[in-house]
C-alpha cells in the first residue's frame, strides 16, 4: 500500500472520528503530552492525530504560537506520519540531516531537530496518531527514554481505545454499568501514569518514593507486595525489608545480582522477569522459591529501574494467587518503573547533596575554644530541610587569658556557593584577629578592601566583638557591618540591644566603621546571632524582635546550654 492509501484507510478514519477529537486542547491528553516533556526532559511533546491531509494536536505541550492555538499542521509538517504509514517508531537524532525527514517543514517552522515517536493504535491495531517528544536541538536518545516513551504512548493507545469503545456502546444504547465495567480496568491503567506523574514529582526521599508507588499500584493492579532492590557494588540490597516478616527482610537484606530471583534477574539483564504462577517461579528463579512458599506468593513481575548506565535496581510487585499481565500492563508498570527510577536517583542525589552540605558546614563552623571562666556555646540550625548548608558562620579566639574575639556573620545566600564566600572570609578575618592587635573596626576594614580588591564583592553582614576584662566583669568592644545588634542579658533580667552599626560588607570602597562599647555586669550573657533567628515570611519583625526579648528575660541568670553546630 502506498502511503496515501494507508493514511486515507477508511477504517483507521472512522476510528479516528469515532475518538470524538479535533484541533482543541483535551485536557487529560494535555496531561499525556506535559508527562513527555518531564520524563524524557524535552521542550515539546506531543499527541499527535492523522489523517489523509493534516495532523492534529488533542495533547500539547511547549509549542510554539500559533501552533499551539491552532492546533494542527498540513502534512508537510508532520514526522508522525512516518510512524502512522510505517506503524513503527521514528527516532530521529538530526531531523536536518536525516534523509527521512530532512525536506518536512516542521524543522525551520516549528523547530523540530531531535524527534522521538512511537505509535498509538486502536483495539484493531490500527496506527492513528504518535505521541512524540520533540527537541529543537540534535538529540541523542537512550534506550530508557525511547523505553519509558513506549510505556506513555501504550497508556495513552489505552485511552483513546476507551474513547473509541465507549462512543460504539452508546452508539448500541449500552447502559452506563455495562460500560463501566467494560472500560473500567483500561481507563483505571491510563490514570495510573497521569497520577504517577504527580505523586512521583512530588518525592524528595526514598521513603516518599516507595509510598508513592505502593498507593499507586493498590487500587488497579491490587498487589500483596511491593518491593524495591536497588544494585550496590555488585550487590542487591532490599529497601523494603519494612513490609517483610524479618526473619524473611533479613534474608534478602543483601544478596549477589546474580541470584536467581526475580528483582535479581530484572536488574541483572534489564529485562522485565514475569513470573505467572509457581511453576514459572520454579523454573526462571529457583533461589526465590522457598521465599514464595512462605510468604504465599504465587505470582510477580520485576522490572529493571532504568538508570544512565544500565539498571539500577527492580521495582517488584507479587500477588498471593496467579496473575498474568496483558500486554497494556506490562507497558504500563515499565513506564511506572522509569518514573520510579528518575524519583529514586533525584532522591539519592538530594541525599548526597545535603550530606555532603553537612559535613561542609560542620568543616567550615569552628570547635569553641575552652574560655574558662567564660562560658561559650553555639548552635547552627537550617531554616528548613534539605537547607544545610549557607553564608551564616560564627568563630571564637582565645586572644588572652579573660581576653575574646568572638565573630558572628552571614553572607547572603543560602546554598553552597555562599558557603565558599562564608569560608574564604572567615579564614581571612581568622588570620587578622591572630596577627594584627587592632581595633574590631579595623580589622572589619580590612576584611571590607579584602573584598574589593579580591572581587569577592558579596553583600556580607559581620559582628566582630572583643571581651576584654573589665572592673567589675567584663567590657565587650565591637564593630558591626550591618548585622542583626548583639543582646546583653543581666542576672536581674534587664535585656538590652547593643546598638551601634555601619553598612555591611562588599558594598562599598573605603567604608567608616566605629568601634562600640558596653560594660557586661558578672553573670550577664551576651547573645549573638543572624538574621534567620528572627525573620520568617509571615510575620512583623518587631513582634519577632520582641518575642525575642520576652524569651531572653525568661533566661536571666541561666547557665549556657551545652550546644555546638
Known sequence: ????????????????????????????????????????????????????????????????????????????????????????????????????????????????????????????????????????????????????????????????????????????????????????????????????????????????VLEAVRELVTRTLKPDYVGVSLLDAGQMALQTGEFLPPPVAGRWRQYPVT?????????????????????????????????????????????????????????????????????????????????????????????SRERVATLLQQSLLSDLPDARPIELAARYAPAVRGDDVGGDWYDAVRLGPEHLALVVGDVAGHDIHAAGHMGQLRSMLRAYIADRHEPPSALLRRLDNAMQILGDQVPTTAILAYLLPGDPGHVLQWANAGHPAPMLIEPDGTVTALAGRDMLLGVGRRVSRSNHSHPIPPGSTVLFYTDGLIETRVDVIDDRKEELRQTLIGLAGAPCPSCSA
Open 1 to 208: 500500500m502506498t502511503e496515501q492509501d494507508i493514511l486515507g484507510d477508511r477504517a483507521r478514519l472512522d476510528a479516528l472520528a469515532r475518538t470524538g477529537l479535533d484541533a482543541a486542547s483535551d485536557p487529560a491528553l494535555d496531561r499525556f503530552a506535559l508527562m513527555v516533556r518531564a520524563a524524557v526532559r524535552v521542550p515539546v511533546a506531543l499527541v499527535t492525530l492523522v489523517d489523509q491531509v493534516r495532523q492534529i494536536f488533542p495533547g500539547a505541550c511547549g509549542l510554539a504560537e500559533p501552533w499551539m492555538q491552532e492546533r494542527q499542521t498540513p502534512l508537510t509538517h508532520s514526522f508522525c506520519r512516518h510512524v502512522v504509514t510505517t506503524a513503527q517508531p521514528l527516532v530521529v537524532t538530526d531531523a536536518r540531516t536525516d534523509p527521512r525527514v530532512t525536506g518536512s517543514m516542521a524543522i525551520d517552522d516549528l523547530g523540530v531537530v531531535g524527534y522521538a515517536g512511537m505509535p498509538l493504535t486502536d483495539a484493531e491495531g490500527l496506527v492513528l496518531g504518535s505521541l512524540c517528544a520533540i527537541d529543537t536541538a540534535p538529540r541523542q536518545w537512550t534506550a530508557a527514554e525511547l523505553d519509558l516513551l513506549a510505556g506513555l504512548a501504550a497508556a495513552c493507545s489505552d485511552m483513546l481505545r476507551l474513547r473509541i469503545a465507549g462512543q460504539a456502546a452508546s452508539l448500541r444504547g449500552d447502559t452506563a454499568t455495562v460500560r463501566e465495567h467494560a472500560f473500567g480496568a483500561a481507563f483505571d491503567r491510563s490514570q495510573l501514569l497521569l497520577r504517577a506523574s504527580v505523586a512521583l514529582a512530588g518525592t524528595t526521599t526514598m521513603t516518599d
Open 259 to 351: 541470584a536467581r530471583t526475580p528483582s535479581a534477574l530484572a536488574a541483572h539483564t534489564g529485562i522485565p522477569v514475569l513470573l505467572p504462577d509457581l511453576a514459572a517461579v520454579a523454573a526462571q528463579t529457583p533461589d526465590a522459591v522457598a521465599t514464595f512458599q512462605e510468604m504465599g506468593w504465587e505470582s510477580s513481575v520485576s522490572l529493571p529501574l532504568p538508570g544512565p548506565a544500565g539498571p539500577i535496581g527492580a521495582l517488584t510487585f507479587a500477588w498471593t494467587h496467579p496473575y498474568t499481565l496483558d500486554a497494556a500492563e506490562q507497558a504500563v508498570l515499565a513506564a511506572l518503573a522509569g518514573y520510579a527510577a528518575q524519583a529514586l536517583q533525584r532522591a539519592d542525589h538530594l541525599y
